[in-house]
């Protein structure tokens, strides 16, 4: 049996007081590039002597610690930690590590030296950075609105200094890799664990029922939900009642006010941002410069492409010639080529197929309208910011979250109401004063669902986590 580690002996703190020895090739038994590697190498940078791997054999007192480790952690995590220059356990750490570069009190902080982080906890501009391990079921590289909002949350936690890593239930197949970042693919119950040990927060990007696992040993996080928790008929079965159950241990984030209230526990409701990098405005003309609609998803059923080419259709018998340009795959595209056949408009409608980002983002910048006519309750409906973003006057159908999505910025109509969608866009057409109306409600709509912004707030809420703090009761309930 390994005994426990306790911190150096007497021989190791006087061989540590005369000269500090970080060690190049530091082993990583995680594989991933720990943070104690990452510390070690600032160390060295901030002018620390640097000992090559071979050289650690005569120091004997290091020696005597690592077998007393055992192996349990990282000799990096252990090493890193003697040759901080203020080893003073900073009241968080566990037995096993001497400190995690936290000290007590501004003379432990001068005595740092230069441009030494650590480990990662500095305040900064935005308050400490935490180590998160962000849980998503499904991830790159497949594509839907889950795993775009993960990945621009990704992007903003590691702009503002956090550090991530990754797992998920999706396998990688033939893409390639996402580098940024680790991403630990279907990982083992051990290495669950290891990443729990490792991380301060662990973040649900919708529950999973597959890793418990690192929510339950750290038991500091929050897991958001971004789709319904039943079946869709709206029953509820065994894995959604477990998910429930799970949920209600945890502080809950809703992606929409419709979600909220689907939820029998409090949820605090921060709406999916829209990659600003890709879409938006910039060279996109005036009304008059677009032209036509557009359609963007999946071609099943559920997302109601068909509603959209049947009023297009009924514009054209109004003596209204508005072109329909459909992006995206799916089953029903046969049956929606048809239906444009049998309605007399092939000539008005275009298919193009799945389209890359900047393709999307480029057809809405020359579009007039963006068509979301969903005939299921969308949970949220990234799309639909997407379209704002690029200048699009948005016809959306009413259920679910779609009112959020489009906020003052758009039309809303009833859910597979063929004539009503080809009402809205009649007076899309004819009123001048209206346009300018949902104009003028995008800039503020935008601002609310920026990246960085919904970043932010999702921040807030692990940072209360990882203090133990609960979520104030105010901003846990749907307003």
Excluded at 5 to 10: K, L
Excluded at 204 to 224: D, E, F, T, V
Excluded at 246 to 258: G, T
Excluded at 347 to 358: D, I, S
């Amino acid at each position: 049996m390994v005994p426990p580690f306790r911190g150096p002996g007497p021989a190791a703190r006087a061989a540590l007081h005369r000269v500090p020895v970080v060690p190049r090739g530091l082993p990583d038994q995680h594989g991933l590039g720990s943070g104690a590697t990452r510390r070690a190498s600032a160390l060295r940078d901030a002018g620390f002597p640097v000992a090559d791997h071979a050289e650690w054999a005569d120091h004997r007192p290091w020696q005597r610690e690592r077998h007393r480790l055992g192996g349990a952690r990282s000799c990096a995590d252990t090493l890193s930690a003697f040759a901080q220059p203020a080893p003073r356990r900073c009241g968080r750490c566990p037995p096993f590590r001497l400190t995690c570069g936290v000290t007590k009190g501004a003379a432990a902080e001068r005595a740092r030296p230069a441009g030494h982080r650590g480990g990662g906890r500095t305040p900064g501009q935005h308050g400490p950075t935490m180590r998160i391990l962000f849980v998503c079921h499904a991830f790159h590289p497949s594509v839907g609105g889950i795993e775009s909002s993960a990945l621009l949350l990704i992007r903003e936690f590691q702009a503002l200094g956090h550090e991530l890593r990754v797992i998920t239930d999706t396998p990688l197949g033939e893409s390639e890799e996402l580098a940024a970042f680790p991403v630990l693919r279907r990982p083992s119950l051990t290495e669950q664990w290891r990443q729990a040990t490792w991380a301060e927060v662990v973040y649900q990007h919708n529950p999973s029922l597959n890793y418990l696992l690192p929510l339950l040993l750290k038991r500091r996080g929050a897991i958001s939900v971004h789709t319904w928790v039943s079946r869709t008929d709206g029953r509820r079965g065994l894995r959604d009642r477990l998910k429930l159950g799970w949920l209600a241990r945890w502080p809950v984030i809703a992606n929409s006010r419709a979600m909220a209230r689907a939820l029998p526990m409090p949820a605090t409701v921060i709406e999916n941002a829209w990659d600003d990098q890709v879409f938006h405005a910039e060279g996109a003309g005036g009304f008059e410069a677009r032209s036509g609609a557009v359609f963007v998803g999946r071609l099943v059923s559920d997302k109601g492409a068909i509603i959209a080419v049947q009023a297009i259709a009924s514009l054209h018998d109004a003596g209204h010639a508005i072109p329909l340009t459909i992006m995206g795959e799916g089953p029903e595209r046969a049956a929606l080529t048809a239906e444009a056949q049998r309605l007399g408009i092939a000539g008005l409608v275009r298919f193009v197929g799945r389209q890359a980002p900047e393709g999307v983002a480029g057809l809405l910048r020359a579009a007039r309208y963006l068509l979301v006519p969903s005939l299921w309750e969308e949970p949220f409906g990234i799309v639909a910011l997407e379209g704002i973003a690029c200048g699009c006057l948005i016809v959306a159908t009413d259920g679910g979250g779609l009112a959020d999505a489009v906020g003052g910025a758009g039309l809303l109509v009833p859910r597979g109401d063929v004539d009503a969608m080809a009402a809205a866009i009649t007076r899309l057409e004819a009123d001048a004063t209206l346009r300018s109306r949902l104009e003028a409600a995008r800039t503020a709509h935008l601002a609310a669902h920026r990246p960085r912004v919904v970043a932010e707030r999702h921040l807030a809420i692990l940072a209360a986590g990882r203090l133990g703090r609960s979520v104030p009761r105010a901003a846990s309930q749907v307003q």
